[in-house]
């Protein structure tokens, strides 16, 4: 590497987070309204640049709770953009990184010192966001889609446990599909660990509460 070459300055990494969760049976991803330029007044997801002294994981999780106050413990990277005009200030790589929780659990900053509100969209009424969020938010859902019939990603929305009637709910909101009751009741079965209690879920009559086995790696349902 020829750290005199001009072709390796002037480039920097955007860490970018599409935090999702299911309110009332609609899935929301949670945007931020800028106040700095580039992009002053528009939304998007919360982004920042990464430090020349930190991990990208660590920029997302830091990014993530000085923009919304929101602080997790991990995030799942899913797709890295390096489009040459990304940024309108230098080149930059967008890191994209997908998370999902219960929005009860926690309370979103309205305005920081560099957004001046936040708050959940539905994902039917998403706006025209800064840079090309757009576009990542678009690959964030079909990767949400993918992750929730394949890993555990759901632990962080159901840390308490779930119902399978409110389990499958969160299922076909993300997806976007109606689910067999007794197919998935099957499938789920093999992959939870009851933990002997009984809730009361949406009005209807007591049903068993359960917790992923994290044990088994493979929640596919289909």
């Given amino acids: 590497m020829?750290?005199?070459?001009?072709l390796y300055k002037n480039i920097g990494i955007h860490v970018i987070t599409?935090?999702?969760?299911v309110e009332k049976g609609i899935t929301k991803v949670l945007l931020i309204r800028r106040t700095n330029e580039p992009y002053k007044g528009c939304w998007s997801l919360p982004s920042g640049a990464m430090y020349n002294n930190e991990l990208i994981k660590v920029a997302a999780l830091r990014e993530l709770k000085e923009k919304?106050?929101?602080?997790?413990?991990?995030?799942?990277?899913?797709?890295?953009?390096?489009?040459?005009?990304?940024?309108?200030l230098q080149r930059m790589i967008g890191v994209g990184y997908i998370g999902i929780i219960d929005n009860k659990r926690v309370e979103v900053l309205k305005s920081t010192n560099k957004t001046s509100n936040a708050d959940w969209f539905s994902l039917?009424?998403?706006p025209t966001l800064a840079y090309d969020h757009n576009e990542i938010l678009n690959y964030a859902i079909e990767k949400l889609k993918e992750k929730i019939i394949t890993t555990d990603?759901?632990?962080?929305?159901?840390?308490?446990g779930f119902t399978l009637p409110e389990l499958q709910d969160v299922y076909?909101?993300?997806l976007n599909i109606k689910i067999?009751?007794?197919?998935?009741?099957?499938?789920?079965?093999?992959?939870?660990?009851?933990t002997g209690k009984?809730?009361?879920?949406?009005?209807?009559?007591k049903a068993k509460v359960y917790k992923f086995d994290y044990r088994k790696k493979d929640i596919s349902i289909f």
């Fill in 2 to 6: 020829e750290l005199k070459n001009k």
């Fill in 18 to 21: 599409a935090l999702f969760t």
């Fill in 68 to 88: 919304t106050g929101i602080e997790l413990d991990d995030l799942s990277p899913f797709r890295t953009f390096d489009a040459l005009d990304r940024s309108p």
């Fill in 124 to 126: 039917d009424n998403i």
């Fill in 153 to 160: 990603i759901l632990k962080s929305f159901f840390p308490n």
């Fill in 172 to 174: 076909e909101s993300i």
């Fill in 180 to 194: 067999d009751r007794r197919n998935f009741r099957k499938k789920m079965l093999s992959v939870v660990i009851d």
């Fill in 198 to 205: 009984e809730i009361k879920y949406l009005g209807r009559k």
